[in-house]
């Protein structure tokens, strides 16, 4: 099968969709006017056009128009309703799936009466649309009446990858580590991590307790004088922006992995199912499609989003048990295995692009 993905080329989703689709022999064609920033292999041929900002969505649009007719693909998805979504309702190919991403559809529509008007055209353009997330096919029903199908196509893990090893902490091996793997922006709810880790600290001075956080982003001066302010910086190391191939490293330095996000645009959690693919119990909050990728007291703890103290009584119930620790982990690495192994996702996504070239 021949596939144009219009995308950011400089996201890791894109290049992870890209790769994938392209291992299961299918030609590969991602169409962006985003820099390359990420290792797509050499077989994904990528095609970039002159970034425009926001108005390059719609200008670029002739041009790609005239690179599809040229590639002629068995089919066209375009990622992100907003941005490439616009781009794909000029261009005009069919059959074309649209994949939501989590802020073109929990945000970008309230902005204004012009946006909502803008991102509706750009979902009844579709013929059908991908979302990872249950919640969030129900958040985009809930823009537009009649949408075409919505198919639930998750974004997984490779489990060859995303796997417990033994790791030397990065404080020592005793420490029992608190983590979370996240950019640092407002809506991931890192500081409300920090104030939790505070609780938990000041309430098990004994413990020895560490928190690692793992990313970087425009809140890190902010959040690393938070943490003097909260006198746990000597506990507390921030690692700065990683590379994604350095990720399954820092997941198994952990004990305990956190993800207290505020924001329902995350839409799914790839960082928690990263963390259970590791085998490590997780704490969630309750936003977003969050809660669908944890089963709450198996894989780990649910908690109120903004809520320090509840996260705390969390992490404390974990690092009290290291047997619930271990059962949870455990728990977690096999749903991982039945549900969000990437190799299946892949295929997943095969079918859906087969059942839109079997429609009339």
Not at 73 to 99: E, K
Not at 135 to 155: D, G
Not at 171 to 176: L, P, R, V, Y
Not at 350 to 357: C, I, K, P, R, W
Request: net charge positive; with cysteine.
């Amino acid at each position: 099968m021949k596939i144009a993905l219009l995308a950011s080329a400089s996201s890791i989703h894109t290049a992870r969709w890209a790769n994938g689709l392209n291992a299961l022999g299918h030609e590969v064609h991602v169409i962006t006017q985003q820099p390359v920033s990420e290792a797509f292999t050499p077989n994904v041929k990528v095609h970039v056009f002159p970034n425009h900002g926001s108005l390059g969505y719609f200008t670029m649009a002739a041009a790609v128009r005239k690179l599809v007719r040229h590639l002629k693909p068995d089919i066209l998805n375009a990622h992100y309703a907003s941005g490439y979504g616009t781009t794909a309702r000029l261009v005009d190919f069919h059959p074309y799936l649209l994949s939501v991403w989590g802020s073109d559809v929990y945000d970008f529509p309230y902005i204004s009466p012009l946006h909502n008007y803008l991102l509706k055209k750009n979902l009844y353009a579709a013929d059908a649309i991908a979302s990872t997330s249950y919640c969030m096919a129900e958040q985009t029903k809930s823009l537009a009446n009649h949408l075409p199908v919505i198919h639930i196509t998750p974004f997984g893990v490779d489990l060859d990858k995303f796997k417990p090893i033994n790791i030397t902490k990065p404080f020592n091996n005793e420490a029992i580590v608190i983590g979370t793997v996240k950019t640092l922006s407002e809506k991931y709810g890192i500081k409300y991590l920090l104030r939790a880790f505070k609780i938990v600290s000041k309430k098990h001075s004994n413990l020895p307790l560490k928190l690692l956080i793992v990313g970087g982003g425009n809140l890190e001066r902010k959040l690393k004088q938070l943490a003097v302010e909260l006198e746990i910086a000597e506990n507390t190391l921030f690692t700065g922006k990683v590379h994604h191939e350095e990720i399954p490293s820092y997941q198994n330095m952990l004990d305990v992995s956190v993800s207290v996000s505020v924001s329902n645009s995350e839409s799914f959690g790839v960082a928690i199912i990263e963390a259970s693919a590791c085998a490590k119990p997780v704490v969630v909050s309750n936003v977003g499609g969050l809660p669908e990728v944890v089963e709450d007291g198996i894989t780990g703890i649910i908690v109120p989003p903004a809520n320090p103290e509840a996260t705390a009584d969390a992490i404390e119930k974990l690092i009290l048990d290291p047997r619930l620790r271990e059962q949870m982990g455990q728990a977690g690495r096999q749903r991982v295995e039945r549900l969000y192994a990437w190799n299946n996702n892949v295929q997943h996504m095969v079918g859906v692009y087969e059942s839109l070239l079997r429609k009339p």
